[in-house]
Every structure is written in C-alpha cells, then in structure tokens.
C-alpha cells in the first residue's frame, strides 16, 4: 500500500471477565459495571458491527478466551479449569471463583460464543486478536500462567479456524513479550504514555488523566507509528473513546468526537496512525452514535483516497511496516 495515514479500531471484548479482579475484590463500581455489561454489551456489539458493516471499516476485537467457550463446568475438586494455574492474589479467593461453570444461555455475561460467531459472519472482515484466557494481568503474572494464558486461548481459538496475530493485553498492562513471540504472535498493543524510548517492559507508573491532560487529548491528540520491541512490533492506542462516568455527560460526547476528527487529520497530515480504542461495554448510547459520526468522516477521508482504515494487523502493511 501506498504511504498515509491509518485509522485503526480496536474493542477489547471482555463482558464480566473484564471486571473479574474487581469482583473478586467486592468492588461495588465491578457490580455496577457488570449489571452495565449484562444490559448493554450485546446490543453494543450489534451496533457495532453494523456500523463496520455500513462504513465498510473493519475493527480489531481483543477477546477474552473463555468467551469462545459455549459452556464450561467444575471437574476437579470444584475448582474450575484445573489445568490452567492460577495468578498470585491479595483477594483471598481462587482466581476461577466467579466463573459460573454453566453456559451461555444461563450466565450469558461470562460466555460470548454468540457474539464471536457474529464477528466472524460479519460482511466486514474484522481482524479477532487474543486478549488472554481470562484476563490475567500480564505485568505481575508467572512465565507459567502467561504461557498457559496464551495457550489456552490458542488452543480454543482454532476450534473457530482463528489464528491471532495480535495480543491486546489485559488493562494494557505489558508483560512476558518474549513469550509472545515463541507463540507466533506479531504485534500487540501498549498505553502511549509507555517510556518506550527505554523499552522498559516492567510495570509502568501508575498515571491519572488531569484536566490538562484531557484538554491537551482534544487539542493534539496522539498519532504514532509502530515500534519494535523483543522481536515483536508495539502498536499504542491514542485515544480511549469512552466517558470516565457511567453515563456519557454531553461534554464528554462532544469532546470524544472533537479528539477523534482531529486525531484523523493530523494522521492524514503526517501519514501517521490514529489508533481509537473502547471497550464492549460503552456506557451510554451517545457514545455509540459518537462513534458513528467519527466512522462517517474516516470513509469520507477514505473514499477521496486520502486515509486507510485498517485493522491493528493490516495497519501495519498500510503504514509501510
């Protein structure tokens, strides 16, 4: 492909395992989030498929491994999923403690077969990319629950003739790349504030958006370009497309489309990537047909031949990876 700018989208597709850690914790903002998830993540993903569907734009779906699983159930000593070892808590509980072991149509937020069989039959080709088995945070885990993490989701993912190439990591916290790589896998996503310039792959510091920090996002959103980290390519998002409220306030509506366009241009004017990222669980229906205004602009930009729209992994033959 010819050098310009890239628009790329990618949803992470968790529905209740997303929020696991939290329940585990008794989170009441996890509880409030799942019945959020239990209302809205299907007709979401709907939504949003026929949105890829009428732009012709595909998105990349970072889905959690267990949601590929049609049911699952307790075999060995009540525990769920023996084989696969569990992370070190400070919750007290076995990791596998919220898993239902029953299926999709009794705990529809903890089985997403349904959804990913409609990703797959999509008109638009979408790209499904691994986002763990259970959404293990990969920054503190083990070598042997990363692996067995990846794995897993490999293993579960063939049965739906899906061969990731990309790892989306849970909460976007990076860990265990080199074990990426011996899996096949090519590319995968990290937070822009990462000191990539030290390629340090420890836990990066805990950093909260201020009121500046919003400001400067819809003022000069972030663009980038891939980089090269242990063997693999590194893609950041630039801008997080949801409200920080449960429900979408109309600045926040207003201020999301406004980083959105702006990011758009100023990858067609640098022939860099704009990369936006949500999650299946967009809180408020303003943000949905957000979205579709940012959508209609890019196939506009598209149409006149001045953008691609792409998924994380063609995105990168677009950008001339």
Known sequence: MDKKGVFIVSIDLELAWGFNYELLKNS?????????????SRRNVRTLLG???RFNIPFTWGIVGHLFLPSCSRVS??????????PELDAGKDWYANDPCSDLNASPSWYGSDLIEQILKS???????????????????SREVALSEIRKCK???KEYNVEPKT?????????HLDILREEGFKLFRFKPEYPWHNVSLGRAPARFLTLLDLVQETVSPKVSEPIEASGLIGL??????????????????VRLITAARRGVDKAVSENRIFHLTMHDYLEDDRLIYALSSVLSYVSKLR??????AETMYSGLSANGK
């Open 28 to 40: 009441r903002i996890a509880l409030k989030y799942v019945s959020i998830i239990k209302e809205r």
């Open 303 to 308: 149409d006149r031949d001045r953008l691609h």
């Open 77 to 86: 000593d009540s525990l769920s999923h023996p084989d696969m070892p569990r």
């Open 51 to 53: 949105y890829s569907e």
């Open 167 to 175: 790892f989306i990591f849970p909460e976007d916290k990076v860990g």
């Open 155 to 157: 293993e579960i993912m």
């Open 236 to 253: 950041p998002w630039s801008l997080l497309f949801q409200s920080s409220h449960q429900r979408a306030r109309a600045i926040d509506v």
């Open 123 to 141: 008109e638009t080709k979408h790209e499904i990319a691994s986002h763990s088995f259970s959404h293990v945070d990969f920054s503190r885990c």
